[in-house]
C-alpha cells in the first residue's frame, strides 16, 4: 500500500512521544519499545537502513 510506511512511522513517532507523557515507568518503556520498533520497521521497509548503513561504512 502507498504511504504505509509514512504511516508506520507517523504512528512510531506519536508512541516515542507519548512514552514521555507517561505516569508509569512499565507505561514509558512499552510505548517507547512499540514506538521504536515502528520507527525501524518503517526505515527497514524503504531500505533507510541499508542506506543509514552505507553512509555509515563510508564514514569510517
Not at 4 to 33: N, P, Q, T
Not at 37 to 45: H, M, P, Q, T
Request: hydrophobic share 55%; glycine share 16%.
Amino acid at each position: 500500500m502507498p504511504g504505509e510506511h509514512l504511516a508506520v512511522l507517523g504512528l512510531g513517532v506519536l508512541l516515542l512521544l507519548s512514552s514521555g507523557r507517561s505516569r508509569s515507568l512499565i507505561g514509558r518503556l512499552v510505548k517507547a519499545a512499540a514506538g521504536g520498533a515502528l520507527v525501524a520497521r518503517a526505515a527497514s521497509g524503504t531500505g533507510g537502513v541499508a542506506k543509514l548503513a552505507r553512509v555509515i561504512a563510508k564514514v569510517t
